[in-house]
T-cell receptor
């Protein structure tokens, strides 16, 4: 089967740095993605890692280690608007279907 | 540019009634299409995905079915809704190629079965 594990909740203060970890177990792995979802809204794409290493996009960075089946999302200079749920997801299988983890609720405090 | 439309935004249906949610994509051809369900405060559960017209794969056994009558149309249906079918339903698409790296979501349908 397949599974993606991530912490259920993380709390940090404005201006801080937070790291959200994700470990996965899946067959036919093609890449690890991260999505952000605000309450009541649709998930939006943040980043994608197909190869090992760090990808940086503004205040957000994502890391992948395929040998460890592990990745993380790093959020820097946290802002109140970053309070949301963050999901890791993998493309897997013959159809590259996208499967999500259970999500991490990030709360940014003033 | 590509867009995805999903409707209705909210729906309240009695137990035992039928369901039809529709999703259409514009600006792309032969996309992979997905239906997800999200319970309150939970993750996204993949219900169905489709790589082409008439090709539907189900991830979990359930009271729902999906159809893809046209390349960019994806429909989620039920003949008789259960209370447990309540949730936030999201349609999504991704490129149907080896360059597939991102999925794009519709705004979702919040279904309450009463």
């Amino acid at each position: 089967g397949q599974s993606l594990e991530q912490p259920s909740e993380v709390t940090a203060v404005e201006g801080a740095i937070v790291q959200i970890n994700c470990t996965y177990q899946t067959s036919g792995f093609y890449g690890l993605s991260w999505y952000q979802q605000h309450d009541g809204g649709a998930p939006t794409f943040l980043s994608y890692n197909a190869l090992d290493g760090l990808e940086e996009t503004g205040r957000f960075s994502s890391f992948l280690s395929r040998s460890d089946s592990y990745g993380y999302l790093l959020l820097q200079e946290l802002q109140m608007k970053d309070s949301a749920s963050y999901f890791c997801a993998v493309f897997r299988g013959s159809a590259r279907q996208l499967t999500f983890g259970s999500g991490t609720q990030l709360t940014v405090l003033p | 540019s590509q867009t995805i439309h999903q409707w209705p935004a909210t729906l309240v249906q009695p137990v035992g009634s039928p369901l039809s949610l529709e999703c259409t994509v514009e600006g792309t051809s032969n996309p992979n299409l997905y239906w997800y369900r999200q319970a309150a405060g939970r993750g996204l559960q993949l219900l169905f995905y489709s790589v082409g017209i008439g090709q539907i794969s189900s991830e979990v056994p359930q009271n729902l079915s999906a159809s893809r009558p046209q390349d960019r149309q994806f429909i989620l249906s039920s003949k008789k809704l259960l209370l447990s079918d309540s949730g936030f339903y999201l349609c999504a698409w991704s490129a149907g190629t080896d360059l597939n790296t991102e999925a794009f979501f519709g705004q979702g349908t919040r279904l309450t079965v009463v």
